[in-house]
């Protein structure tokens, strides 16, 4: 199994970016997927998930109605759009799929900042 996240890179404060994890090497349409995110010093932590039938939770404490999470069974790929963002969530952001086996991506830095 394969996962690669792209899209990260720098930002403005109050600026978007948009995510992808594309995935290979395992039935992407039946596998919940995430995305979590690990700032320097801290532990990683769940933003938002999407399920095998599309259903969405966020970490509100997190991403308080900013982040949308989507995914194409089409194309193998889940994203995360990241919209007026903050200093704060500057992090190296990870896809996981799971179950019934858990697989990780690489990781892809975002940083928010003027």
């Known amino acids: 199994a394969r996962l690669v996240e792209s899209g990260g890179g720098l930002a403005q404060p109050g600026g978007s970016l948009r995510l992808s994890c594309a995935t290979s090497?395992?039935?992407?349409?039946?596998?919940?997927m995430s995305w979590y995110r690990q700032a320097p010093g801290k532990e990683r932590e769940l933003v938002a998930k999407?399920?095998?039938?599309?259903?969405?939770?966020y970490n509100d404490d997190a991403v308080k109605g900013r982040f949308i999470v989507s995914r194409d069974d089409a194309k193998d790929t889940m994203y995360l759009q990241m919209n007026n963002l903050k200093p704060e969530d500057t992090a190296v952001y990870y896809c996981?799929?799971?179950?019934?086996?858990?697989?990780w991506g690489q990781g892809t830095q975002v940083t928010v900042s003027s």
């Open positions: 090497g395992f039935t992407f349409s039946i596998y919940h």
């Open positions: 996981k799929a799971e179950w019934p086996s858990i697989y």
């Open positions: 999407i399920d095998s039938s599309a259903r969405t939770t």
